[in-house]
């Protein structure tokens, strides 16, 4: 079993739409949980920090944290296609370590 | 206010060459993190630093080394290189170690051929 795993894709939804990322992860010790963009030939550009359970809201985007169900999604609203990039999970426990998914490749259509 | 400098962005080596990767943490961070992303990956841990002391090492061979020196920057060597060294390499800054936000240089994408 993987620590962190994403769904690679592509996850296709039209301009406009909402797009849902999802992410799970297999160390219940984990604290700190991040999503990061990257785009195709670019580092990982951090969008979104959570720490505690419920949901973090910062203009389009929301992650949302269930560490019962080891569960971290990102919703962003009214995708764009600017938008259309990789996402990658990250988790970190108290090493520091970030352990990343293999990230999620999404595509907004015009 | 700058961001976290790597250099260089680009190098082309030959099969059991040398290299140093250079990286300079945003200003007032202690912490910095290597990592490796092949394509179609997520990025590797490589090792971090905080302080001038190694706090963490990943499972990559004796091949890498790393230091960081007084003024926070970092340096990663890789001998021996071997074509599945090709890859891009990123450093990761932080304020500390542990749960704290970490933010990416723009990589150093290391061909070896």
């Known amino acids: 079993q993987k620590e962190v795993e994403q769904n690679s894709g592509p996850l296709s939804v039209p301009e406009g739409a909402i797009a849902s990322l999802n992410c799970t992860y297999s160390?219940?010790?984990?604290?700190?949980f991040f999503w990061y963009r990257q785009y195709s030939g670019k580092s990982p550009e951090l969008i979104m920090s959570?720490?505690?359970?419920g949901d973090k809201e910062d203009g389009r985007f929301t992650a949302q944290l269930n560490k019962a169900s080891q569960y971290v999604s990102l919703l962003i609203r009214d995708s764009q296609p600017s938008d259309s990039a990789t996402y990658l999970c990250?988790?970190?426990?108290?090493?520091?370590?970030?352990?990343f998914g293999q990230g999620t490749t999404l595509q907004v259509k015009p | 206010d700058a961001g976290v400098t790597q250099s260089p962005t680009h190098l082309i080596k030959t099969r059991g060459q040398q290299v140093t990767l250079r990286c300079s943490p945003i200003?007032?961070?202690?912490?910095v993190s290597w990592y490796q992303q092949v394509l179609g990956q997520g990025p590797q841990f490589i090792f971090q630093?905080?302080?001038?002391?190694?706090?963490g090492r990943g499972n990559f061979p004796d091949r890498f080394s790393a230091r960081q020196f007084p003024n926070y920057s970092s340096e990663l060597n890789v001998n021996a290189l071997l074509l599945g060294d090709s890859a891009l390499y990123l450093c990761?800054?932080?304020?500390?170690?542990?749960?704290?936000?970490?933010?990416f240089g723009q990589g150093t994408r290391l061909t070896v051929v």
């Open positions: 990250a988790v970190k426990g108290n090493t520091g370590k970030l352990i």
């Open positions: 630093y905080y302080e001038k002391e190694e706090r």
């Open positions: 160390d219940r010790g984990s604290q700190s």
């Open positions: 200003s007032g961070h202690k912490s």
């Open positions: 959570i720490y505690s359970n």
């Open positions: 990761a800054s932080s304020p500390w170690t542990g749960g704290t936000e970490a933010f």
